[in-house]
């Protein structure tokens, strides 16, 4: 099983439309967890962080379910603009170490369209 | 304030050739990480350091050395390269590895034929 699994897509939706991203993460012990964006031959960028209680960034809402070890990302009213791949990211457990160690998704493409 | 940068942005080396993949940030950051993305695939860790004078392997460390001589600097160096070796190399670096947020430089494509 990977360590972090997303659903590579492509999720291709209108304007406007409301989408959602999953992921999964296989460590228990994992502590942090993020978005990450990346644009189309472009590095990637933090979106937001997810926190436990689950937070909102304007049209951006992540949740976290430790219990399930999943984590979502919800888009809504989606924009042209919105069309990247997002990247779902997982801090483990530095386990005494000074550092921990992020694993990322492969990814899950969005292409909005007029 | 460049934040992290990387040059080249690519290249083409032959099989056995050597190079070195230059990264430097400006924020005076003490963490940097060197990954490599391959089509379709997450970012894989190859190396990172904690500040000047320390490194320590990730998970794909082999084919690739690396030294921390200043706060700035990151350099990565591919030994003997070979095709396995194509993909995108991205340097980041993160004030403290605790949640904070990590800032990639633009990446090197690099082709191995």
């Known amino acids: 099983r990977k360590e972090v699994e997303q659903d590579p897509g492509p999720f291709n939706v209108p304007e406007g439309a409301t989408v959602a991203f999953n992921c999964t993460y296989s460590n228990s012990a994992s502590q942090s967890f993020f978005w990450y964006r990346q644009d189309c031959r472009k590095e990637p960028k933090l979106l937001m962080s997810?926190?436990?209680s689950g937070n909102e960034d304007g049209r951006f809402t992540a949740q976290l379910n430790r219990a399930s070890q999943y984590i979502s990302l919800l888009i809504r009213d989606s924009k042209l603009s919105d069309s990247a791949t997002y990247l779902c990211v997982v801090k483990g457990n530095a386990g005494g170490t000074s550092y921990g160690k992020l694993t990322f998704g492969q990814g899950t493409i969005l292409t909005v369209h007029p | 304030n460049a934040g992290v940068t990387q040059t080249p942005k690519f290249r083409i080396l032959k099989i056995g050739q050597s190079m070195t993949l230059q990264c430097t940030q400006d924020m005076n950051h003490n963490y940097m990480y060197w990954y490599r993305q391959d089509p379709g695939m997450g970012l894989k860790l190859i190396y990172y350091s904690v500040g000047a004078g320390i490194t320590d392997k990730g998970e794909v460390p082999n084919g690739y050395n690396v030294s921390r001589s200043t706060t700035e600097d990151f350099p990565l160096r591919l030994e003997l390269a070979a095709p396995s070796q194509t993909s995108v190399y991205f340097c980041?670096?993160?004030?403290?590895?605790?949640?904070?947020?990590?800032?990639f430089g633009p990446g090197t494509r690099l082709t191995v034929t």
């Open positions: 980041a670096s993160s004030k403290t590895d605790r949640g904070y947020e990590q800032y």
């Open positions: 997810v926190y436990s």
